[in-house]
């Protein structure tokens, strides 16, 4: 049973610093391109940054590039998103994703976790 788990979100205040946690199970990490996405209410969701699978290549959104870092551990078999200089704009539920095929921002990812909340004051 694939599975994707994410955790760390939470309250902040601006300017300030989260570190997300994907935990995955079912399936190895190192055989997928992982993502991180965020949908604020009544915005369409975005793709924040992305991994491919040896690490070799990762992609940023505009607003995040210099602010935020995606790595993976595949030892833990974990994804993480580390976000620094938060805005109140980061507001947003967070979502990781894995797909074997499809690597990028966009959104046709096949495994999706339920979300994490961050929220910046």
């Known amino acids: 049973h694939v599975q994707l788990v994410e955790s760390g979100g939470g309250s902040v205040q601006a300017g300030g610093s989260l570190r997300l946690s994907c935990a995955a199970a079912g399936f190895p990490l190192t055989d997928y391109c992982l993502g991180w996405f965020r949908q604020a209410p009544g915005k369409e969701r975005e793709g924040v940054a992305a991994?491919?699978?040896?690490?070799?290549?990762?992609y940023y959104g505009d607003s995040v590039k210099g602010r935020f870092t995606i790595s993976h551990d595949h030892a833990k078999n974990a994804l993480f998103l580390q976000m620094n200089r938060l805005q109140a704009e980061d507001t947003a539920m967070y979502y990781c994703?894995?797909?074997?095929?499809?690597?990028?921002?966009?959104?046709?990812?096949?495994?999706w976790g339920q979300g994490t909340q961050v929220t910046v004051s």
């Open positions: 991994i491919y699978r040896n690490g070799a290549v990762t």
């Open positions: 994703a894995a797909d074997s095929f499809f690597c990028g921002l966009g959104l046709s990812y096949h495994y």
